[in-house]
Antibody, heavy 120, light 111 residues
Framework: EEQLVESGGDLVQPGGSLRLSCAASGFTFSNYWMHWVRRAPGKGLVWVARINSDGSTNYADSVKGRFTLSRDNAKNTVHLQMHSLTVEDTAVYYC???????????????WGPGTTVTVS | IVMTQSAFSVPVTLGEPASISCRSSQSLLYSNGYTYVDWYLQKPGQPPQLLIYLGSNRASGVPDRFSGSGSGTDFTLKISRVEAEDVGVYYCMEALQTPFIFGPGTKVDIK
């Protein structure tokens, strides 16, 4: 079964740091770009960041300079390192995959159940 | 890019059709001829799930009562006959360029 599982969510004080992880299984991890999307309480979905197969990254303006996305293809894992957290970062964080295909796009078709980050 | 959805909430009747509209501030048509808009559904207590990609392609396992249409800047998700399991918040999302932008969401619930 193709699966993503997030971990690392916790309660953290403003200004603190946290590292989220997303473990993949059941598919060839290195063939996929990986995204993080968050949903704050009472709010809608917000795209956070993406890491391509080659490790290049893109970030939402709201997290640029504070969040760093990395991947370990040998361990089928991505990590989202978050610094200088504010109450506005409180959310459920989801990872999702996106197939690396230069000719086509298939959407973010597998999602993890999410991990909760509370900044307070 | 700014994504807007026409309604915050859409009450629907079981067995009846429903549609949700989405608009982008700029064309999502890429030079390869594909339109880079997705539709996602987040059911209560669940992660989002992909319904439609590239504007009109149903994701694997998505019932054929869901369809996506539109071009350029105006898009529609249609449910031919609403079922109870379709309740949740529907989001369009542009995938043309990062940062990807979600619409604000449209909540679908049963009348």
């Amino acid at each position: 079964e193709e699966q993503l599982v997030e971990s690392g969510g916790d309660l953290v004080q403003p200004g603190g740091s946290l590292r989220l992880s997303c473990a993949a299984s059941g598919f060839t991890f290195s063939n996929y770009w990986m995204h993080w999307v968050r949903r704050a309480p009472g709010k809608g979905l917000v795209w956070v960041a993406r890491i391509n197969s080659d490790g290049s990254t893109n970030y939402a303006d709201s997290v640029k300079g504070r969040f760093t996305l990395s991947r370990d293809n040998a361990k089928n894992t991505v990590h989202l390192q978050m610094h200088s957290l504010t109450v506005e970062d409180t959310a459920v964080y989801y990872c999702a995959r996106d197939e690396d295909d230069q000719e086509y796009y298939y959407g973010m078709d597998v999602w993890g159940p999410g991990t909760t980050v509370t900044v307070s | 890019i700014v994504m807007t959805q026409s309604a915050f909430s859409v009450p629907v009747t079981l067995g009846e059709p429903a549609s949700i509209s989405c608009r982008s501030s700029q064309s999502l048509l890429y030079s390869n001829g594909y339109t880079y808009v997705d539709w996602y559904l987040q059911k209560p207590g669940q992660p989002p799930q992909l319904l439609i990609y590239l504007g009109s392609n149903r994701a694997s396992g998505v019932p054929d009562r869901f369809s996506g249409s539109g071009s350029g800047t105006d898009f529609t998700l249609k449910i031919s006959r609403v079922e109870a399991e379709d309740v949740g918040v529907y989001y369009c999302m542009e995938a043309l360029q990062t940062p990807f932008i979600f619409g604000p969401g449209t909540k679908v619930d049963i009348k």
